[in-house]
């Protein structure tokens, strides 16, 4: 059982603060797009985001905490009965001669079974697995039932599309539908454009019938990452349903979209950041959607993340922020302006609120050039989510 307080590397007892400052902490360092994509590090940040899903949740946690408790009574347990046994089995040796010598218990250290024995034991043992494998019952197949072969590589099962034998089929050469037009996996995988090719297939919606999910990276030190997931339609293809470039993490139905890629560059370089100077550390470059009707809907507005959006904003307007020096560049305020404007937007779903917390609290004399770079970022993710067959037609994967 994994031990959530562990990853996060924080008491038992934390409060709630200090376990979102130790998340906030940790997935900024882990972050696969500031460490090159490198596998170690996006595994670890997967056990991050897996850990804060679940100790950030009243619910959750209490559930997780009771689980935790009676797995540890199990595993003491288990450890003090392997202790008695190793303390009998000692004493067994001080006590029998013949235990020391040979490591047997006396009535087994000069006692041999005969070759005959052996040999009908053996037999019949075989005749029996034939027997119990030849006339054994098998489920009948039901009516409607779709026939799964095992994926290579996967502990999950896949439609045997376009195969009448029964004969499982390599996912990797599975034909794809790709905006109408057939694609092997194969192709994509192997691709020489594409890096860490890599592949998945999870139950997203619940209904027993899995999702693909291919991930690749295009190179370059901070871009770019790029997922595709597919659903199966109703011939039993696997039909591209959306793509994302960014880094995209799938928790059950719940898609995160990290958009730190697009906006790392803004205004300052890529790792220039204030965020660590700001009191609330529980605002993060990602937008919360969920996977229904094979499409992305927003989450509901989290009432406390608007708070500490506010509380940030209000902290950045009071602190100022430094004028651009002659690249165009400063330490990083505007950028996380930005970053909080686009989480904001994407929590409430409503642009007259959007742009009234901007007028709000950016006052500074290039307001108009970045609310309309602020636009412009909202307008592009709003394509991705609310019409992603467009979004991805002006993209080169």
């Not at 539908?177 to 995988?189: A, F, M, Q, T, Y």
């Not at 009191?279 to 229904?292: H, L, M, S, W, Y």
Request: net charge neutral.
């Amino acid at each position: 059982m994994r031990d959530y307080y562990y990853i996060l590397g924080v008491d038992e007892n934390a409060s709630p603060d200090q376990i979102k400052s130790a998340f906030r902490k940790l997935s900024m360092k882990f972050h696969p797009d500031k460490n090159n994509g490198e596998k170690f590090y996006e595994n670890r940040f997967k056990a991050i985001l897996e850990a804060w899903d679940v100790l950030s949740d009243p619910a959750r946690k209490a559930g997780y905490d009771r689980q935790l408790k009676r797995f540890r009574t199990a595993a003491e347990s288990i450890a003090y009965k392997d202790a008695l046994i190793r303390r009998y089995e000692a004493e067994l040796r001080q006590r029998s001669p013949s235990v020391r010598q040979t490591g047997q218990p006396s009535y087994l250290a000069n006692s041999r079974m005969p070759v005959r024995m052996i040999i009908i034991t053996a037999g019949i043992m075989i005749l029996f697995f034939v027997s119990l494998y030849l006339f054994a019952p098998r489920d009948p197949e039901l009516p409607g039932k779709k026939r799964y072969a095992l994926v290579p590589d996967t502990e999950d099962a896949l439609p045997a599309a376009a195969v009448k034998t029964g004969m499982p089929v390599p996912l990797q050469d599975m034909r794809l539908l790709w905006d109408g037009k057939p694609v092997s996996l194969r192709e994509i995988l192997e691709s020489p454009r594409h890096y860490r090719s890599n592949y998945s297939t999870t139950d997203i919606n619940g209904d027993d019938i899995p999702e693909l999910l291919v991930t690749y990276h295009t190179g370059g030190a901070h871009c770019c990452n790029v997922d595709h997931l597919f659903v199966l339609n109703e011939a039993d293809r696997f039909e591209l349903a959306f793509s994302y470039i960014g880094g995209l993490y799938v928790l059950g139905n719940k898609l995160t979209l990290y958009f730190y890629q697009d906006i790392g560059e803004y205004h300052s370089c890529y790792s220039c950041t204030v965020s660590g100077k700001l009191p609330r550390q529980d605002v993060n470059a990602e937008i919360n959607t969920f996977f229904e009707g094979g499409k992305p809907v927003l989450a509901e507005t989290d009432t406390q993340l608007n708070a500490s959006i506010v509380v940030n904003l209000a902290y950045l307007s009071g602190r100022g922020i430094p004028p651009l020096d002659a690249r165009g560049r400063d330490d990083g305020s505007r950028k996380e302006i930005m970053l909080h404007m686009i989480a904001y937007h994407f929590n409430n779903h409503d642009a007259v609120k959007t742009k009234a917390l901007f007028d709000q609290y950016y006052r500074w004399d290039d307001h108009a050039a970045r609310w309309k770079d602020l636009q412009t970022m909202i307008s592009r993710y709003e394509e991705i989510i609310f019409s992603n067959a467009a979004y991805r037609k002006k993209q080169i994967f």
